[in-house]
């Protein structure tokens, strides 16, 4: 049986079109090393475009982006009761002023606490977490570099086509917990934007783990066109990892939404 990401990989032979840009794809990215993926699809038709398939391929740290399956397996494992979960502020002072403070579930998802969701995973353990891995078959599933780091430029890695099954999946509720666990973390996941459309995602940034290993950062997520109509909804899901010093997440988004934009305009 194929495993997901190469099935993704036979969408542009097997009725999806590839898409187009208005300019050239390296331009997107400025001086990064980069991957995208985006798979647009309607009620009549659907779209591809990849561009970097060998850095999608490369499986990197998921960084910030763990804590989209971190809140899943945290709720359903009951560690934690909801978006308004109160965890208190250890009194560490940390870089991030918006880190200093008592946060819930919700808006540490939103501000990308990385203390509140070490926290989580200490208190689901390193026996759960690792049934969950294996059961998400969420990348290499090593949890070796300790409970509350392992996805921290540690030992858990994930390739871009496996990041989006796993947005796809949370998308279409279709992931191995309640219903109820995977709206409240898709409704978490809702930014602003100036498209027009529903724009769901997360950011992750991880410094380089050692020599010859760059920064890189990701943006994933997925967009309900507000374009469509209730007959004919129109959703694209999508995936950017860039790599190279200081490429963070917060610069692989703007680069995501420029694309978005740009391949909608083409259709």
Request: negative net charge; glycine residues 8%; hydrophobic residues 40%.
């Amino acid at each position: 049986m194929l495993r997901p990401r190469f099935a993704l990989l036979l969408l542009a032979t097997s009725g999806a079109a590839v898409a187009d840009l208005p300019r050239p794809a390296a331009e997107y990215f400025g001086d990064f090393q980069a991957c995208a993926l985006v798979q647009t699809r309607d009620r009549h038709r659907e779209t591809w475009f990849e561009f970097g398939p060998d850095q999608c391929h490369l499986p990197q740290s998921p960084c910030s982006t763990f804590k989209i399956p971190n809140a899943l397996i945290g709720l359903q494992q009951g560690v934690v009761s909801g978006p308004d979960h109160v965890k208190e502020w250890d009194g560490e002072t940390r870089q991030r002023e918006e880190t200093n403070r008592d946060h819930d579930l919700a808006s540490a998802m939103r501000d990308s606490v990385v203390w509140y969701f070490q926290s989580l995973a200490r208190d689901v353990g390193a026996a759960a977490m690792q049934q969950w891995l294996k059961r998400l078959d969420y990348g290499n599933q090593d949890i070796s570099g300790g409970i509350d780091r392992f996805w921290l430029s540690s030992s858990l890695q994930i390739d871009a086509y496996r990041q989006l099954e796993i947005i796809k999946s949370l998308d279409h509720q279709t992931l191995p917990f309640k219903p109820l666990f995977q709206q409240q973390v898709s409704d978490m996941l809702i930014q602003s934007s100036e498209l027009p459309g529903l724009l769901h995602g997360k950011t992750g940034s991880c410094r380089g783990a050692g020599p010859g290993q760059p920064d890189h950062g990701w943006f994933v997520g997925w967009i309900d066109w507000h374009a469509s109509t209730p007959r004919n909804p129109v959703t694209s899901w999508f995936v950017v990892n860039i790599r190279g010093s200081e490429a963070w997440g917060w610069h692989a988004r703007p680069i995501a939404l420029s694309l978005l934009q740009d391949l909608k305009s083409q259709e």
